[in-house]
Protein backbone atom coordinates (compact mmCIF):
# COMPACT_ATOMS: atom_id res chain seq x y z
CA UNK A 1 0.00 0.00 0.00
CA UNK A 2 1.49 3.20 -0.79
CA UNK A 3 1.31 6.53 1.60
CA UNK A 4 2.18 10.10 1.45
CA UNK A 5 5.35 11.07 3.46
CA UNK A 6 6.44 13.53 4.94
CA UNK A 7 7.22 15.30 1.43
CA UNK A 8 3.66 14.77 -0.17
CA UNK A 9 5.11 12.24 -2.32
CA UNK A 10 3.56 8.82 -2.51
CA UNK A 11 6.20 5.80 -1.29
CA UNK A 12 5.10 1.96 -1.02
CA UNK A 13 3.43 -0.86 -3.10
CA UNK A 14 1.04 0.01 -5.40
CA UNK A 15 0.58 -3.60 -7.15
CA UNK A 16 3.52 -4.95 -8.65
CA UNK A 17 5.23 -1.62 -8.45
CA UNK A 18 7.20 -0.30 -5.57
CA UNK A 19 7.58 3.83 -5.12
CA UNK A 20 10.41 4.78 -2.13
CA UNK A 21 12.32 7.48 -1.98
CA UNK A 22 16.58 7.61 -1.62
CA UNK A 23 17.35 10.97 -0.68
CA UNK A 24 15.84 13.81 -3.47
CA UNK A 25 14.97 10.97 -6.05
CA UNK A 26 11.62 9.08 -6.46
CA UNK A 27 12.48 5.48 -7.19
CA UNK A 28 9.76 3.34 -9.02
CA UNK A 29 11.10 -0.21 -9.64
CA UNK A 30 8.86 -3.70 -9.76
CA UNK A 31 8.07 -5.50 -7.00
CA UNK A 32 10.20 -8.28 -6.03
CA UNK A 33 8.18 -11.39 -5.97
CA UNK A 34 8.87 -15.21 -5.06
CA UNK A 35 10.37 -17.09 -7.91
CA UNK A 36 7.89 -20.40 -7.76
CA UNK A 37 9.93 -23.37 -8.51
CA UNK A 38 8.29 -26.16 -11.56
CA UNK A 39 8.20 -29.91 -10.85
CA UNK A 40 10.97 -30.18 -13.71
CA UNK A 41 13.04 -27.40 -12.02
CA UNK A 42 12.98 -29.07 -8.56
CA UNK A 43 13.82 -32.64 -9.82
CA UNK A 44 16.55 -30.48 -11.49
CA UNK A 45 17.99 -29.35 -8.42
CA UNK A 46 17.66 -32.13 -6.47
CA UNK A 47 19.32 -34.39 -9.14
CA UNK A 48 22.19 -31.61 -9.05
CA UNK A 49 22.52 -32.23 -5.15
CA UNK A 50 22.33 -35.64 -5.57
CA UNK A 51 25.25 -35.60 -7.76
CA UNK A 52 26.68 -33.81 -5.74
CA UNK A 53 26.55 -36.67 -3.01
CA UNK A 54 27.91 -39.09 -4.83
CA UNK A 55 30.63 -36.99 -5.98
CA UNK A 56 32.37 -36.33 -2.69
CA UNK A 57 31.64 -40.04 -1.79
CA UNK A 58 33.46 -40.99 -5.05
CA UNK A 59 36.22 -38.90 -3.67
CA UNK A 60 36.27 -40.32 -0.34
CA UNK A 61 37.06 -43.60 -1.68
CA UNK A 62 39.71 -42.28 -3.94
CA UNK A 63 41.27 -40.07 -0.86
CA UNK A 64 43.81 -42.99 -0.71
CA UNK A 65 44.50 -42.60 -4.21
CA UNK A 66 44.40 -38.44 -4.41
CA UNK A 67 46.10 -38.38 -1.23
CA UNK A 68 45.56 -34.39 -1.07
CA UNK A 69 47.79 -33.81 -4.76
CA UNK A 70 45.12 -33.17 -6.71
CA UNK A 71 44.58 -28.90 -7.62
CA UNK A 72 42.35 -26.36 -6.13
CA UNK A 73 39.22 -26.92 -8.65
CA UNK A 74 39.20 -30.38 -8.32
CA UNK A 75 36.25 -31.32 -6.43
CA UNK A 76 34.10 -28.14 -8.40
CA UNK A 77 35.31 -30.38 -11.42
CA UNK A 78 34.65 -33.64 -10.38
CA UNK A 79 31.01 -33.01 -9.20
CA UNK A 80 30.55 -30.85 -12.66
CA UNK A 81 31.86 -34.13 -14.60
CA UNK A 82 29.60 -36.50 -12.41
CA UNK A 83 26.77 -34.26 -13.10
CA UNK A 84 27.58 -34.28 -16.82
CA UNK A 85 26.99 -38.53 -16.88
CA UNK A 86 23.86 -38.47 -14.93
CA UNK A 87 22.36 -35.53 -17.96
CA UNK A 88 23.67 -38.24 -20.37
CA UNK A 89 21.35 -40.68 -18.83
CA UNK A 90 18.00 -39.64 -21.51
CA UNK A 91 16.43 -43.47 -20.87
CA UNK A 92 15.28 -41.93 -17.50
CA UNK A 93 13.59 -38.81 -15.96
CA UNK A 94 15.15 -36.75 -14.08
CA UNK A 95 14.89 -37.76 -10.66
CA UNK A 96 15.45 -41.42 -11.31
CA UNK A 97 18.29 -41.21 -12.85
CA UNK A 98 21.93 -42.21 -10.47
CA UNK A 99 25.14 -43.27 -10.83
CA UNK A 100 24.16 -46.97 -11.48
CA UNK A 101 21.93 -46.69 -13.88
CA UNK A 102 24.24 -44.32 -16.27
CA UNK A 103 27.05 -44.39 -18.23
CA UNK A 104 29.73 -43.03 -16.15
CA UNK A 105 32.38 -43.61 -19.23
CA UNK A 106 31.62 -39.96 -19.43
CA UNK A 107 34.85 -39.86 -16.24
CA UNK A 108 37.22 -41.82 -18.65
CA UNK A 109 39.83 -39.27 -19.10
CA UNK A 110 39.02 -37.01 -16.18
CA UNK A 111 42.41 -36.05 -14.82
CA UNK A 112 42.40 -34.75 -11.03
CA UNK A 113 45.20 -32.07 -11.51
CA UNK A 114 45.71 -30.14 -14.32
CA UNK A 115 48.93 -28.97 -12.93
CA UNK A 116 50.42 -32.18 -14.35
CA UNK A 117 47.98 -33.98 -16.61
CA UNK A 118 49.02 -37.67 -16.57
CA UNK A 119 48.02 -37.63 -20.55
CA UNK A 120 51.07 -35.40 -20.77
CA UNK A 121 53.30 -37.73 -19.10
CA UNK A 122 52.91 -41.39 -20.66
CA UNK A 123 52.06 -41.76 -24.15
CA UNK A 124 50.82 -45.44 -23.80
CA UNK A 125 47.61 -46.26 -23.32
CA UNK A 126 46.18 -48.94 -20.91
CA UNK A 127 43.24 -51.64 -22.36
CA UNK A 128 41.17 -52.07 -19.42
CA UNK A 129 38.09 -54.11 -19.75
CA UNK A 130 35.39 -55.41 -17.40
CA UNK A 131 34.81 -59.24 -17.91
CA UNK A 132 31.53 -61.88 -18.01
CA UNK A 133 32.74 -62.82 -14.49
CA UNK A 134 33.04 -58.90 -13.34
CA UNK A 135 36.73 -58.77 -12.99
CA UNK A 136 38.49 -55.72 -14.32
CA UNK A 137 41.31 -56.80 -17.07
CA UNK A 138 44.18 -54.82 -17.34
CA UNK A 139 46.55 -55.16 -20.27
CA UNK A 140 49.88 -52.50 -20.40
CA UNK A 141 51.41 -52.37 -23.98
CA UNK A 142 54.62 -53.16 -24.39
CA UNK A 143 56.80 -49.90 -24.04
CA UNK A 144 60.42 -48.06 -23.87
CA UNK A 145 60.77 -46.16 -20.36
CA UNK A 146 62.61 -43.00 -22.29
CA UNK A 147 59.88 -42.51 -25.02
CA UNK A 148 57.05 -43.43 -23.10
CA UNK A 149 57.62 -41.69 -19.86
CA UNK A 150 58.24 -38.05 -19.55
CA UNK A 151 60.43 -38.40 -16.66
CA UNK A 152 61.02 -34.49 -14.23
CA UNK A 153 64.77 -33.16 -14.59
CA UNK A 154 67.32 -35.37 -12.38
CA UNK A 155 64.62 -38.54 -11.95
CA UNK A 156 64.97 -41.46 -13.03
CA UNK A 157 62.80 -44.33 -11.18
CA UNK A 158 59.02 -44.22 -11.24
CA UNK A 159 55.83 -46.54 -10.64
CA UNK A 160 52.58 -46.34 -12.47
CA UNK A 161 49.61 -47.12 -10.44
CA UNK A 162 46.44 -48.49 -11.18
CA UNK A 163 43.71 -47.76 -8.07
CA UNK A 164 40.50 -49.53 -8.37
CA UNK A 165 37.52 -49.30 -6.28
CA UNK A 166 34.26 -51.10 -6.53
CA UNK A 167 30.84 -49.33 -4.53
CA UNK A 168 27.67 -49.36 -4.44
CA UNK A 169 27.30 -45.55 -3.92
CA UNK A 170 25.59 -45.83 0.11
CA UNK A 171 28.62 -43.91 1.67
CA UNK A 172 27.38 -45.78 4.84
CA UNK A 173 29.02 -49.18 3.30
CA UNK A 174 31.79 -50.22 2.82
CA UNK A 175 33.54 -50.34 -0.64
CA UNK A 176 36.10 -52.77 -2.24
CA UNK A 177 39.71 -51.51 -3.30
CA UNK A 178 42.49 -52.76 -4.91
CA UNK A 179 45.86 -51.82 -7.13
CA UNK A 180 48.42 -53.06 -9.08
CA UNK A 181 51.54 -51.04 -10.24
CA UNK A 182 54.90 -51.46 -12.44
CA UNK A 183 58.22 -50.35 -11.02
CA UNK A 184 59.88 -48.24 -14.11
CA UNK A 185 63.68 -47.50 -14.21
CA UNK A 186 64.43 -44.70 -17.01
CA UNK A 187 67.96 -46.66 -18.14
CA UNK A 188 65.84 -50.01 -18.16
CA UNK A 189 65.05 -52.21 -21.48
CA UNK A 190 62.03 -52.26 -23.23
CA UNK A 191 59.53 -53.40 -21.03
CA UNK A 192 57.07 -56.51 -21.40
CA UNK A 193 53.32 -56.17 -22.19
CA UNK A 194 51.77 -56.31 -18.47
CA UNK A 195 48.44 -58.32 -18.11
CA UNK A 196 46.22 -57.97 -14.49
CA UNK A 197 43.39 -59.35 -13.72
CA UNK A 198 41.30 -58.31 -10.24
CA UNK A 199 39.25 -60.61 -7.98
CA UNK A 200 35.48 -60.62 -9.12
CA UNK A 201 33.69 -58.26 -8.18
CA UNK A 202 29.98 -57.99 -6.66
CA UNK A 203 27.26 -57.04 -8.99
CA UNK A 204 25.62 -53.82 -9.20
CA UNK A 205 28.93 -52.06 -8.14
CA UNK A 206 30.01 -49.03 -9.76
CA UNK A 207 33.57 -49.47 -10.60
CA UNK A 208 36.32 -47.09 -11.26
CA UNK A 209 39.75 -47.23 -12.31
CA UNK A 210 42.30 -44.81 -11.79
CA UNK A 211 45.99 -44.55 -12.82
CA UNK A 212 48.85 -42.50 -11.19
CA UNK A 213 52.95 -41.70 -12.18
CA UNK A 214 54.58 -41.41 -8.56
CA UNK A 215 58.08 -40.56 -9.11
CA UNK A 216 60.61 -40.62 -6.62
CA UNK A 217 64.47 -40.37 -5.89
CA UNK A 218 66.73 -43.25 -4.57
CA UNK A 219 69.53 -43.20 -2.38
CA UNK A 220 70.82 -45.81 0.26
CA UNK A 221 69.12 -43.82 2.88
CA UNK A 222 65.51 -42.80 1.06
CA UNK A 223 64.77 -45.91 -0.91
CA UNK A 224 61.52 -44.07 -2.22
CA UNK A 225 61.80 -40.17 -1.82
CA UNK A 226 58.58 -39.15 -3.82
CA UNK A 227 58.24 -36.38 -5.65
CA UNK A 228 54.58 -35.97 -6.45
CA UNK A 229 52.45 -33.12 -4.46
CA UNK A 230 49.87 -30.46 -5.39
CA UNK A 231 51.24 -29.06 -8.14
CA UNK A 232 52.88 -32.39 -9.92
CA UNK A 233 51.27 -35.47 -9.34
CA UNK A 234 50.01 -37.11 -12.60
CA UNK A 235 46.41 -38.96 -12.37
CA UNK A 236 43.34 -39.52 -13.80
CA UNK A 237 40.47 -41.99 -14.35
CA UNK A 238 40.86 -44.49 -17.45
CA UNK A 239 37.59 -46.39 -16.64
CA UNK A 240 34.34 -46.30 -15.40
CA UNK A 241 31.31 -48.59 -15.52
CA UNK A 242 28.83 -51.12 -13.29
CA UNK A 243 29.40 -54.61 -12.61
CA UNK A 244 26.81 -56.78 -14.21
Request: glycine share 2%; aromatic share 12%; hydrophobic share 35%.
Amino acid sequence: MARLNNNKQFVGRIGNVVIKQIGKTIIVQSSPHNIKQTIATKKSSNEFLQCSTWSKHLRNCLNPFLNDCSDTFMYKRFTSVVYKAIQQNNSLPKGERTALNSDMSFLNGFEFNTNSTLSNSISISPIISLNNQNQIHIILPEFDPKTAIKFPKNIFDAELLFYIIATDMVPSNTFDEMYMSIPIHYDSDTISETFWLSPVIQTQRLIVVCAKLFFYKSTIFTPKDYINTNAFNPSQIVFAERSN
